[in-house]
């Protein structure tokens, strides 16, 4: 098995957890407004400590609201002081900084052209910090039906693909009379799409390690698969099929940026047991 050279919880989750871990042990009622992270195990663990998911400030009637790494409207975060909840935010410093660019182009007259997934929380956030014009767009063949404009911006959410960014600043550049444009690609996420593309230049097969909703886990799938790798996005260990395994000299293992090391170190050792009783099989059957 080998191991992707970045892996674990980057900065901007681990705060989300430890705020959330941190505010559950005053024992006061806890609400995490949405999961604080995409990832299944983490959900889970803080569950069983008694913190609750809510959808929407009018869900908690008192205690505590965490905003999580992704952040949120600036509307949100008043209404959760309007209704006199107290509010620990741990939304990411590298989205506080997209949320402050995105408010400036706005402020300053342009129109925002962010990319990314429109329903994607961090979006969504991004989107309350973007005034009356803006426009939302995630693939090459949106962005080209953009029609011509005057003061254009451009942001990311920041779990995009760094080339994506390039492409549609290149086409931005064609289009408007003046542009702006801030980079705000996670730099973490792009490690880490370096470290599958290093991966997958050594292994036939990947396991990517994160919940399914999780945009920076599937971008590395995506990637994995666009050099022609067999990747596989699971969540935990048991998912983990001997099919992939079997006749595979080295199976490449990633996380996502909020897959705890603990959900991977468990996938590795379910593989390894996979191709020891494989290994012992074809032994058993060959012939003396
Ligand atoms: S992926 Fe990047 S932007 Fe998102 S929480 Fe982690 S460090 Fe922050």
């Known amino acids: 098995m080998l191991l992707a050279r970045e892996n674990g919880f980057c900065f901007g989750v681990k705060k989300a957890v430890e705020l959330t871990e941190a505010a559950a042990e005053t024992g006061r009622s806890v609400h995490n407004l949405g999961q604080v992270v995409h990832n299944p195990t983490i959900s889970r663990r803080l569950a069983e400590r008694g913190v609750k998911v809510i959808r929407s400030p009018a869900d908690a009637s008192d205690g505590i609201v965490v905003i999580r790494a992704h952040g949120v409207p600036p509307a949100v975060r008043a209404e959760i002081e309007q209704r006199g909840l107290e509010c620990i935010d741990a939304t990411c410093s590298l989205v506080l900084r997209a949320q402050r660019f995105t408010k400036q182009l706005a402020d300053e007259g342009y129109r925002v052209v962010i990319l990314g997934t429109p329903d994607h929380p961090e979006v969504v956030g991004l989107k309350g910090y973007a005034g009356n014009d803006f426009v939302i767009v995630e693939s090459e063949e949106e962005w080209e039906r953009l029609p011509r ?65 999780s945009a920076n886990t599937r971008e ?53 047991a996979l191709a020891t009783a494989e290994g012992r099989e074809a032994r058993a059957a060959a012939p003396a």
């Open 149 to 213: 404009m005057k003061k254009t911006g451009v942001v990311s959410q920041s779990t995009q693909p760094p080339w994506a960014f390039t492409a549609l600043v290149a086409h931005v550049a064609t289009i408007a009379q003046e542009m702006k444009v801030f980079n705000t690609v996670c730099p973490v996420t792009v490690k880490r799409q370096h470290a599958a593309s290093e991966l997958a230049e050594q292994v036939d097969t990947i396991l990517v390690v994160g919940g399914k909703n």
């Open 220 to 272: 590395l799938v995506n990637l994995a698969r666009m050099q022609g790798r067999h990747a596989y996005h699971i969540e935990s260990a048991d998912e983990v099929l001997p099919e992939w395994i079997a006749g595979q000299d080295t199976v490449g293992l990633i996380g996502g940026c909020s897959t705890p090391m603990e959900t991977l170190l468990q996938v590795k050792a379910r593989a390894e």
